[in-house]
């Protein structure tokens, strides 16, 4: 899936398509569950399950604002960080390391907790790509950095 932010669109893709959804969108259905007939055909389309890609998007992760802050600017964080860029990226695929930091904090900041869905929502850039095949993998790298927070 390739995912960007109001006013540009959030892109899902497989191998096969390419399809334009507002990030609203998918702020919805990752809130209410409820799929629009876009996001339906798209996941029926790349044989995703609506559940987990909801649970992917919005099951929270409860961190230390100041720790986060400190792994994420580390060596560890750094290869934490290019994990999370194989699956969220800019799409151009520079400064992801930058532009990732910045959505996991700026995420995290409220309430010390954040969600995929939060993290596409506080991308710095206009645009974001995600791969959808691949959003699991995205979802389970912030529960290990959850873990490594001691959370």
């Known amino acids: 899936m390739f ?3 109001p006013p540009s669109k959030w892109y899902s893709s497989t191998i096969s398509f390419f ?3 507002s990030v609203e969108e998918l702020s919805t259905f990752a809130q209410t569950g409820k799929l629009s007939s876009s996001l339906e055909a798209n996941f029926a389309s790349a044989r995703q399950d609506p559940k987990l890609i909801r649970k992917y998007l919005s099951e929270p992760v409860k961190v ?10 580390s060596t560890v964080g750094n290869a934490i960080l290019d994990q999370l860029s194989q699956v ?5 695929k520079k ?4 532009a990732l930091r910045s959505a996991l904090l700026l995420s995290a900041s ?11 929502q506080n991308y710095p850039t206009s ?16 529960h290990r950095l959850q873990d490594l ?3």
Request: proline share 2%; charged share 25%; glycine share 4%.
């Open 19 to 21: 399809e334009s959804l």
């Open 110 to 120: 409220k309430d010390e907790q954040m969600t995929l869905i939060e993290v596409i």
């Open 3 to 5: 995912l960007s932010k």
């Open 88 to 92: 969220i990226h800019t799409p151009s």
């Open 127 to 142: 645009q974001v790509e995600v791969d959808g095949e691949r959003l699991e993998s995205a979802y389970r790298q912030l």
């Open 95 to 98: 400064a992801n390391r930058q």
């Open 149 to 151: 927070l001691g959370f």
């Open 64 to 73: 230390n604002l100041v720790i986060l802050d400190k792994v994420l600017n």
